[in-house]
Nanobody
């Protein structure tokens, strides 16, 4: 059974930074596409950033230039570096790992990010 453990959320002022981490157990990391999603109150969950097994990345337009996703395969961990945070970035952030074929798909428990003065 694969488990994902997220950390790094918290309260930060507008313009500040946070780094989220998602550590995966199990022997899947090298074969996994890694995503970060977020869900704000009253809104649908949205894809924020993705990194594939080749290190290629994609970002939502709302976070381009501010967020960076990267992975450290030796530690089975994916990160989301969030800079220049805005109040509209406030949400629960979830880590998701899956393969390319929809065969398996795992979610983290979520971590709260609150951007407020």
């Amino acid at each position: 059974q694969v488990q994902l453990v997220e950390s790094g959320g918290g309260l930060v002022q507008p313009g500040g930074s946070l780094r989220l981490s998602c550590a995966a157990s199990g022997n899947i990391f090298s074969r996994a596409v890694m995503d970060w999603y977020r869900q704000a109150p009253g809104k649908q969950r949205e894809l924020v950033a993705r990194i594939d097994t080749g290190g290629n990345t994609n970002y939502a337009d709302s976070v381009k230039g501010r967020f960076t996703i990267f992975r450290e395969n030796s530690k089975n961990t994916v990160y989301l570096q969030m800079n220049t945070l805005k109040p509209e970035d406030t949400a629960v952030y979830y880590c998701n790992v899956h393969d390319y074929y929809g065969t398996w798909d795992y979610w983290g428990q979520g971590t709260q990010v609150t951007v407020s003065s």
